[in-house]
């Protein structure tokens, strides 16, 4: 099995009610630790993979149940610092019907937010480490960490490790930092090897509006990524259409310069909790392509299986093991006796 494949971003407590009480009639929360990046690196570690956060918290009893719970699901902790600032967190509106769930960030102010890079200790951070996974989350904050996300990519591609980065476009965080997302997209995607992008992504950053209709628009943009971006080796995305909050249809594709593999789409019925599911998908195809970057259908297969078990799942990561995902991607339905 490969290195250590670090994550790293901020980890998040979420907050939400009890399904299907709206934020306004909360007497109570549900609480969950989450984060894109947090949340690739739990699912990695389900299916089997070592992984490490690299974050910071604050050192009370809210940034201790966040490092529990992770070392709870396998991620190496040893790396998360502590400083000054509070614990980020979010409030889920939870969807319900015909209602769109909503986010509502607060997160100002944390511990990760206000880190100063020049104290992280990166060759400890990357010892061990092949892979290094980021996301648009991180540079969406400020300046600051979108320059050490930066910093740390190139200093991990340096000892020879690979790069994913998952746009996660968040408007409402850009919006907030009064900062054009262009630029950091662009520095990050110029030392990827494997992207979490679709077409809206590749307009942002390639300034030019990719106007087919389905696949043959994502091949489109994918194909303009590659050749804007010639360390970049793959593209993956996904595709959701809903029909309320409990039945999605969802497909998965990759790109490569060399050729594609797009999924037929699935009906995914009795949605538990939609949110981490993109993050699952993220961790379904490294998990694959981190094997074999030629196998196309493997890692758009794993990542759309992950994705679809993730919706099945309370809290912000998926939780299937290994035998969990070969069980999906084989569709078996029956009970396991």
Same mark, same amino acid.
């Given at each position: ?85 509070? @614990? ?32 992280? &200790? ?54 907030? *930092? ?18 979490? &992008? ?91 392509? @981190? ?10 297969? *794993? ?24 069980? @999906? ?6 009970? &396991?006796?």
């Amino acid at each position: 099995m490969a290195g250590v494949i670090a994550c790293f971003g901020e980890v998040l407590l979420r907050y939400s009610p009890p399904a299907p009480l709206l934020l306004a009639q909360a007497r109570q929360f549900d609480v969950c630790t989450g984060g894109a990046e947090a949340n690739v690196a739990v699912a990695l570690a389900r299916l089997g993979r070592p992984t490490r956060m690299l974050t910071v918290l604050p050192d009370n009893v809210l940034g201790q149940k966040a490092k529990s719970d992770l070392a709870s699901h396998g991620v190496d902790i040893s790396c998360i610092l502590h400083g000054a600032g509070r @614990m980020g967190s979010y409030f889920l509106d939870v969807a319900s019907g015909l209602r769109t769930g909503k986010v509502t960030y607060d997160r100002e102010h944390s511990a990760f937010a206000q880190a100063i890079s020049a104290d992280w &200790a990166i060759s400890d951070w990357l010892n061990g480490v092949s892979h290094l996974h980021l996301s648009g989350v991180t540079l969406a904050l400020n300046e600051g960490l979108a320059d050490a996300s930066l910093a740390l990519a190139k200093a991990a591609k340096a000892n020879g490790a690979t790069i994913s980065f998952d746009g996660n476009f968040r408007s409402a965080l850009w919006e907030r *930092s009064k900062r054009d997302p262009r630029d950091a997209f662009t520095r990050m995607f110029a030392v990827a090897d494997i992207i979490f &992008a679709n077409h809206k992504d590749a307009g942002l950053v390639l300034g030019r509006t990719f106007s087919g209709e389905g696949p043959e628009r994502r091949r489109e943009a994918a194909l303009a990524l590659l050749d804007a971006f010639p360390g970049i080796a793959a593209v993956a995305s996904t595709a959701r259409h809903i029909e309320d909050a409990a039945s999605h249809h969802v497909s998965a594709r990759i790109d490569t310069r060399q050729g594609a593999d797009q999924t037929d789409p699935w009906c995914i019925s009795g949605i538990v909790d939609r949110i981490g599911t993109g993050d699952a998908f993220a961790a379904g195809v490294l998990h694959r392509w @981190m094997d074999d970057r030629t196998d196309l259908a493997g890692a758009v297969g *794993s990542g759309l299986g992950l994705m679809a078990l993730k919706h099945s799942t309370w809290g912000d990561a998926s939780l299937a093991s290994a035998a969990d995902l070969a069980a @999906m991607i084989g569709r078996a339905s029956d009970v &396991a006796r």
